[in-house]
């Protein structure tokens, strides 16, 4: 059985369970069990390589002992186990504090997840089904980290749990482009399910890990925090599907909740890759750890302030961004005008409105940006729907492939070369500067719709509006005529 028909037949279980309701449920009730899975073939390598290697997991609560055995404990048995025994036992583990304490990570992945399945009969199905998935076979555990990435994708039909999920095509591009090397700190301070850390993780494996050491130095280097707990557990468990040893380094916590001057220069980063949530609001005195002048409610905002306060100089960032940081007012354009005067905004790829659909239809544009000198010109470029496709959608969605003309025409890793077209075009820092730091610049080389003349158009409304309200008068009138007959 193929890894992409094992988790097919999985999720087929699930549904006949009456207490797992919808995507949501089925995913996170899907992560917990894989992760348990996955830390249990991981922690058998690892007793084989290193003498004196302990679980983090209990004994009687290790994968091995209670969920192995195809004829095991099953229904309501099972189902006590699990609700009275496993879960308790994992949210309370006791802890170092240490780095590198793998117990940690557990209790974190514990703290608030949950056993939405209510009959043992059925759990006993998933369980000896995940059984036949080896976690310590590379190319299983590939296949499986495809198939896990597909999950991920699915949260997008989860109603408003794919906040949290960025397209693939779009974290690989930026991945690609901002180019992390292993040793260079790199933080994704909203980090959702780990989208742009497994690009990362793929771009330097392909690029520059040669030896054990770099692998070493690379994963030492990382850095992410996850304030929701669903993503937080599907992160962690991505991060072990893609060789982390210790993925402890993601953190379920607000980043925004620690206090802006807080962030000395020992937590400066050499690169940040992040796409951080837009659109929302943060709760009520989140905004006060921040400087008066920087103080919204708008969580994208704040996180651009934080982004660029915790670069080193030198350091370098990718972030995506709505339309509507660009052109806001307040504290948007006092947040502009210091990320032009203490970083070289260098590139601004302007994305179309279906990139993000369905849960999201707005504007959104990548911000490559470098820590140190002030911005003297910047490079938009425009990217554009493929020829043939009105937009991109759940089963058309963005590709890699669609972006090779944006890489095409980047210039290398100097950025040379580059030519205007009639996708790309270049704009000062002045020139921003006297446009009241909005940075909404519009492509040059597209002629915008001819809307007409603004008085004709109001004229030809209230003319459009009299017209109605005659017809309704009339109508009212017939009907009245029709109710006395």
């Given at each position: ?20 309701d919808g ?20 922690d ?24 192995a ?7 309501e ?26 117990r ?12 939405y399945?209510?009959?043992g ?12 998935v080896d ?64 690009c990362?993780?793929?771009?330097m494996?392909?690029?520059y ?23 937080h557990?599907l992160?962690?468990?991505n ?55 920087f ?14 306060r ?31 005067e203490?970083?070289n ?15 999201a239809?707005?504007?959104?544009n ?9 911005t ?37 890793p ?6 205007e ?38 004229s ?8 109605a309200a ?10 009245a ?5």
């Amino acid at each position: 059985m193929s890894v992409r028909t094992l988790v097919k037949s999985i999720q087929n279980v699930m549904r006949q369970d009456t207490g797992v309701d919808g995507d949501a449920q089925r995913i996170s009730q899907l992560c917990w069990m894989f992760f348990l899975k996955i830390i249990d073939d991981q922690d058998q390598e690892l007793e084989l390589m290193h003498t004196g290697y302990t679980s983090p997991i209990p004994e009687r609560f290790q994968w091995r002992a209670w969920a192995a055995d195809p004829e095991g404990i099953t229904g309501e048995d099972l189902l006590a186990f699990i609700n009275n025994e496993l879960f308790p036992a994992l949210k309370q583990l006791q802890t170092t504090g240490q780095p590198g304490d793998r117990r940690r990570v557990v209790r974190d992945v514990f703290e608030d997840a949950y056993n939405y399945m209510k009959s043992g009969q059925l759990m006993r199905q998933v369980v000896n089904r995940i059984n036949d998935v080896d976690f310590n076979n590379l190319t299983e555990r590939q296949h499986f980290g495809d198939i896990y990435e597909q999950i991920l994708n699915d949260l997008q039909s989860a109603g408003n749990a794919g906040e949290y999920y960025t397209p693939r095509a779009v974290t690989a591009f930026m991945a690609d482009r901002i180019d992390p090397k292993p040793g260079e700190i790199l933080f994704d301070p909203a980090c959702g399910t780990g989208g742009f850390l497994t690009c990362a993780l793929r771009h330097m494996r392909e690029r520059y890990v040669k030896r054990p050491e770099d692998e070493r130095t690379m994963q030492a280097a990382l850095r992410a925090v996850e304030k929701k707990q669903l993503p937080h557990m599907l992160c962690v468990t991505n991060m072990l599907l893609h060789g982390i040893e210790d993925p402890g380094f993601v953190r379920h916590d607000n980043t925004l909740a620690r206090p802006f001057i807080s962030w000395e220069q020992k937590d400066r980063v050499d690169v940040v890759l992040t796409n951080p949530p837009f659109g929302g609001k943060e709760e009520d005195g989140i905004e006060s750890n921040f400087p008066t002048h920087f103080r919204t409610k708008e969580t994208a905002d704040l996180f651009l302030a934080l982004i660029i306060r915790l670069l080193k100089p030198g350091g370098r960032a990718a972030v995506v961004l709505p339309d509507g940081s660009l052109f806001g007012e307040g504290v948007k354009t006092r947040l502009k005008e210091h990320l032009l005067e203490t970083c070289n905004l260098h590139t601004l790829v302007r994305l179309p409105n279906s990139v993000f659909r369905p849960y999201a239809s707005i504007g959104t544009n990548l911000l490559f940006f470098e820590k140190g000198a002030p911005t003297t010109d910047i490079w938009f470029y425009e990217h554009r729907v493929p020829d043939g496709q009105k937009a991109y959608s759940m089963t058309r969605p963005i590709r890699l492939e669609h972006l090779q003309a944006c890489i095409d025409w980047w210039g290398g890793p100097e950025r040379t070369g580059r030519q205007e077209t009639d996708r790309a075009w270049k704009v000062t820092a002045e020139d921003v500067k006297a446009r009241g730091y909005n940075l909404d610049v519009k492509n040059p080389h597209t002629a915008e719709d001819d809307l007409g003349d603004p008085q004709e158009l109001l004229s030809r409304l209230a003319a459009a509006e009299t017209e109605a309200a005659s017809l309704r008068e009339q109508l009212k009138a017939v009907l009245a005529e029709a109710l006395l007959r």
